[in-house]
C-alpha cells in the first residue's frame, strides 16, 4: 500500500465474508437523536454550536463567514493604505481620503451590533485594532459605548483583551481633546439618546470592573488591560521607564503585533503632531478612580496576599503601578498602605519611629535577588517616603555594597537606589566599593559604575572619588596609562588586558579562539556598556570629564577613525559636540582634529553620521577650512557611496569661484529659522496681488554677474523682487548711484502700466519655462 494513502488510527481486523457489515452495531450506542434531526442516528450535534451551551472561546456567538470575509478585505485595504502612508511619509490628499472616509463608513455600518462578537473573533480582533486608530472621536464613543456590560468577561478573554488595550491607549487623543473643550458635532438623525463623552465612558467602564478587580490583577489576558487603564486615569505614570514598559504587551505579544504591520490612522485629520499628545492634566474623576482601585486592593486583600503579587509574574507589574499611584496621591504613608505591605511596616515604622533600628526582613533580601520580584523593588526604592528611604539603606544597602553590586539582579536595585543619596552616603559607597570597581568592569556589569557617576554629576561633588573609582576600574598606575582610558573602557577591559590583547594581535602563532568578538586588527569590539559609560563621564561638569577628554585627545587619527566608523563607539564622539558641559574649545579642536581625513571619515556608512554631526556644529570658518581641505579630494567624494551626500553640503565649485557668495550662503543657513524671518524684507506694495514670481533660467542665473556689469552703463535694469523696498538703481563702476538710470527705471515702469494687454506675452513665456 502507498505510503500517502495510509491513514492514522487502529488497525482494524480483516472481516470475512461470512461476518454481516452492520455499521450501526460497530458504533457505540450514544444519546438520542434530537427531535426533528436528519440523517443516522450515530451523527451528533457539536455541543459547541448549540445555543444554550456556553463557550469561553466564543462567549458571544460565532461571526458569520460572509461577515468575517468582508472585514477581511477591508484589512487588505486599510492595510494598503497605512503601508502607502509609511512609505511616502504623509498623508494623500483631500480626495483620497473622502474616498477612505467613504469606505470606512461602510465598514462601521457593517460592524454595528458585531463589535462584541468581532472583539472575541481571533481573525476580526486585529481588524478592530487596525480600526481603532482611524476611528474619530464620536466613533470611539460609539464604540466604547456598544461594549458596556460586558467588558469584565471582554478583558478576560485572549483577544478581545487586546482589542480593549488598543482602545484605551487611544483614548487619551480623544479626552486630550475634550479637556480642551473640542467636542465632535453629533450626526443629525441619532434618536437613541444622548451618548456620553469618553471620560465619563472610561469612569463607566471602571465602576463595571471594580467588583472583579482584584481577580483580574492576576488573569494573564486582563492584566495588561488594567495597566493600560491605569495608565490612562494617570498619565504622569508614563514618566516612569518601569512602568511604561510594563503598560506595553508581553514580548511574545509585542513580537507578533510587530509582524502585523503599522497600527495608525490612515486620514490626514488624525495624523501629525496630534497622534503624540496625550493627557497631561487629567479629569478629577479619573484621579479619584484611580484612587478607588487602591483602596479596593486595600479592603479586599491582607497583607500576604498583598506581598503575595510581588513574586507573581502576571500581578507583580500591575502592582508596581498602584504603588506608584498610591505615591502621587500622597497615599503610601497611610496606615496599612500598599507601599506598608510590601516593605514589611518599614514606612509605618519610619513614620512613628525614624532615627531607630528597623530589623531586616527575609522576605526583602528576597525580593532583592529574583529576577521578578526585584522590579517590584525599584518602584519602592524610588517611591518611598524620604524617611523610609534612610532606614532602607542603613538595613538592607549599606555593608553589603559589593555583594550586591556584583549581583546578576541585585544591581539593577542598586543602581536605581543611588539615584535617591546624598553627598555623605555617595562618599560611603566609594569608599567601599573601592575594590569592587575592576571587577564590575571585568564582569560587564557597570550600572553601579554608571549610576554613581551620574548621582556625582548631579550633586556636583565627589570629584576625587570618582577619579580614584575610574583609576581602579581600569587599573590605571601611571599618567601614562590614562591615555588608554577611552579605548580600555569601551572594550571593558584593563589596561593590562588592552595591552595584552594588541600584543596578541600583532602576532603570528596560533592563538585559541577569541571570548569577545574581535574586529579586522584582532582587538575586541566595542561594547555597548562601556560606550554608554564613557557617555555619562562627558556628560559630567567641566572638571570632571577631563579624564576622557585628555584621553580622546591622545589617540591618534587612525584610532579616532576606526571608534568613529563603528556604530557603538560612534556615539561616544557624538557624546562630545552634544553634551553641553564639554567645553566649545575641546569641541572645535575635535572637529579640527579630522582635517585632512574628512574624506576618510564620511566614506563610511556610520562615519558619514559623525561627519554630517561636526559640519551641523561648525560654524562659517570651520566650515570652509573643511571645505579647502577636500578640494584636492573631491573626485574621491564624487565617486564615494556615502561621500557623496557629504560633498553636497560643501558645494565645492561656489568656493573655488566665488568664496563671498559661499560664505553668506553659510552663514544664512546657520542663522536661526526666527532670525531670518526677522530680516526678510517687507513685501512690495507697488505690485498687485495677482503677480506671481517667475522663475529663473539657469543661464540668468549664471550671467548675473555680467548682467550687471551692463546694467550699469545701460541704466534700464529692471528688478522684479520687491520693487517698493529695494532700490533698484543701478550703480557706476565708480560705485556712485546714477542719476539717469532712476528717471530710466520710471519710464520703463509707465511704459509697462500702459502697454496693451497682449504685448509681452512672448517674453513672459520664454522667462516661465524652466
Not at 34 to 40: K, Q, W
Not at 385 to 396: E, G, M, Q, R, V
Not at 681 to 696: C, E, F, N, R
Request: with cysteine.
Amino acid at each position: 500500500m502507498p505510503k500517502e494513502l495510509r491513514k492514522r488510527g487502529k488497525k482494524k481486523k480483516k472481516e470475512t465474508d461470512w461476518q454481516p457489515k452492520q455499521e450501526e452495531e460497530s458504533v457505540p450506542p450514544g444519546p438520542p437523536q434530537p427531535v426533528g434531526s436528519t440523517g443516522p442516528s450515530w451523527i451528533i450535534q457539536n455541543p459547541e454550536r448549540t445555543e444554550d451551551s456556553f463557550n469561553p472561546d466564543t462567549p458571544f456567538g460565532y461571526v458569520d463567514a460572509d461577515v468575517k470575509a468582508y472585514f477581511r478585505t477591508v484589512d487588505i485595504q486599510i492595510r494598503d493604505w497605512q503601508d502607502t502612508a509609511a512609505e511616502s511619509g504623509n498623508a494623500d490628499d483631500v480626495d483620497s481620503n473622502e474616498e477612505r472616509r467613504m469606505f470606512f463608513i461602510a465598514a462601521l455600518t457593517e460592524m454595528a451590533g458585531k463589535e462584541k462578537q468581532l472583539a472575541s473573533d481571533p481573525d476580526c480582533s486585529l481588524i478592530l485594532e487596525r480600526m481603532s486608530h482611524s476611528m474619530d472621536d464620536f466613533v470611539r464613543r460609539v464604540f466604547v459605548d456598544s461594549l458596556s456590560g460586558s467588558y469584565d468577561v471582554l478583558v478576560k478573554h485572549r483577544f478581545a483583551s487586546h482589542v480593549c488595550q488598543t482602545l484605551f491607549t487611544v483614548a487619551n487623543h480623544t479626552i486630550s481633546r475634550e479637556q480642551r473643550g473640542i467636542l465632535p458635532s453629533v450626526p443629525e438623525g441619532t434618536d437613541k439618546g444622548e451618548l456620553p463623552t469618553l471620560s465619563q465612558l472610561i469612569v463607566d467602564v471602571c465602576e463595571e470592573l471594580f467588583p472583579h478587580f482584584t481577580g483580574l490583577v492576576t488573569d494573564p489576558y486582563a492584566s495588561h488591560v488594567i495597566r493600560a487603564l491605569l495608565l490612562l486615569l494617570s498619565p504622569n505614570l508614563v514618566i516612569l521607564h518601569e512602568t511604561a514598559q510594563n503598560s506595553m504587551r508581553s514580548k511574545k505579544s509585542a513580537n507578533w503585533k510587530a509582524r502585523q504591520g503599522p497600527l495608525k490612522s490612515v486620514f490626514k485629520a488624525t495624523s501629525g503632531k496630534e497622534d503624540s499628545a496625550v493627557v497631561s492634566t487629567p479629569p478629577k474623576s479619573f484621579t479619584e478612580t484611580a484612587r478607588k482601585f487602591v483602596e479596593l486592593v486595600r479592603k479586599e486583600l491582607d497583607d500576604n496576599e498583598t506581598r503575595a503579587l510581588a513574586a507573581n509574574k502576571v500581578a507583580s507589574p500591575t502592582l508596581q503601578m498602584l504603588l506608584a499611584v498610591e505615591a502621587e496621591q500622597q497615599m503610601a504613608q497611610d496606615t496599612d498602605s500598599l507601599m506598608d505591605r510590601v516593605s514589611v511596616g518599614l514606612v509605618s515604622f519610619s513614620r512613628d519611629n525614624p532615627t531607630g533600628t528597623f530589623p531586616a526582613s527575609d522576605y526583602f533580601t528576597t525580593l532583592l535577588r529574583d529576577p521578578i520580584s526585584s522590579h517590584l523593588l525599584e518602584t519602592i526604592v524610588c517611591k518611598c517616603p524620604d524617611a523610609a528611604f534612610s532606614i532602607l539603606w542603613a538595613t538592607y544597602f549599606k555593608g553589603s555594597l559589593p555583594r550586591i553590586a556584583l549581583h546578576p539582579v541585585a544591581n539593577f536595585v542598586l543602581a536605581k537606589a543611588l539615584e535617591r543619596v546624598d553627598v555623605a552616603q555617595l562618599t560611603d559607597i566609594c569608599v567601599e566599593l573601592h575594590n569592587t570597581w575592576g571587577k564590575m568592569i571585568q564582569t560587564s556589569r557597570t550600572g553601579v559604575l554608571r549610576a554613581v557617576v551620574d548621582r556625582c554629576g548631579s550633586l556636583k561633588a565627589c570629584s576625587s572619588e570618582i577619579n580614584e573609582a575610574i583609576w581602579a576600574a581600569c587599573q590605571i598606575n601611571t599618567p601614562d596609562e590614562q591615555k588608554l582610558l577611552v579605548p580600555c573602557m569601551l572594550r571593558l577591559q584593563t589596561v593590562q588586558d588592552f595591552k595584552a590583547t594588541t600584543r596578541d594581535s600583532g602576532s603570528t602563532h596560533v592563538k585559541e579562539e577569541p571570548k569577545h568578538k574581535r574586529d579586522a586588527n584582532g582587538i575586541d569590539e566595542p561594547k555597548i556598556q562601556g560606550a554608554v559609560l564613557l557617555q555619562s563621564l562627558l556628560r559630567l561638569p567641566e572638571p570632571f570629564n577631563q579624564l576622557v577628554i585628555q584621553s580622546l585627545n591622545s589617540l591618534s587619527i587612525e584610532e579616532t577613525l576606526a571608534i568613529a566608523k563603528h556604530p557603538i563607539g560612534s556615539r561616544v564622539l557624538d557624546a562630545v559636540l552634544e553634551s553641553p558641559t564639554v567645553p566649545m574649545k575641546v569641541k572645535r579642536q575635535f572637529v579640527l582634529s579630522f582635517v585632512g581625513n574628512y574624506h576618510l571619515l564620511v566614506d563610511d556608512r556610520i562615519g558619514s553620521r559623525v561627519g554630517d554631526r561636526c559640519w551641523a556644529f561648525s560654524d562659517t570658518y570651520l566650515k570652509e577650512k573643511i571645505a579647502r581641505s577636500l578640494f584636492s579630494q573631491e573626485q574621491f567624494l564624487a565617486g564615494s557611496y556615502y561621500g557623496k551626500f557629504f560633498a553636497r553640503n560643501l558645494n565645492l565649485y561656489l568656493l573655488q569661484r566665488r568664496p563671498e557668495e559661499w560664505r553668506t550662503m553659510q552663514t544664512d543657513r546657520n542663522r536661526p529659522a526666527s532670525a531670518g524671518q526677522s530680516t526678510a524684507p517687507p513685501p512690495a506694495t507697488t505690485a498687485s496681488a495677482s503677480d506671481k514670481p517667475k522663475k529663473k533660467r539657469k543661464r540668468d542665473i549664471a550671467n548675473d554677474e555680467i548682467e550687471d556689469l551692463f546694467s550699469s552703463a545701460i541704466g534700464r535694469k529692471i528688478k522684479k523682487a520687491a520693487l517698493g523696498a529695494v532700490d533698484v538703481r543701478p550703480v557706476s563702476h565708480s560705485g556712485k548711484a546714477a542719476v539717469d538710470g532712476e528717471a530710466g527705471f520710471s519710464d520703463v515702469m509707465a511704459a509697462i502700466r500702459t502697454a496693451p494687454a497682449g504685448e509681452g506675452k512672448g517674453r513672459v513665456k520664454r522667462e516661465g519655462r524652466s
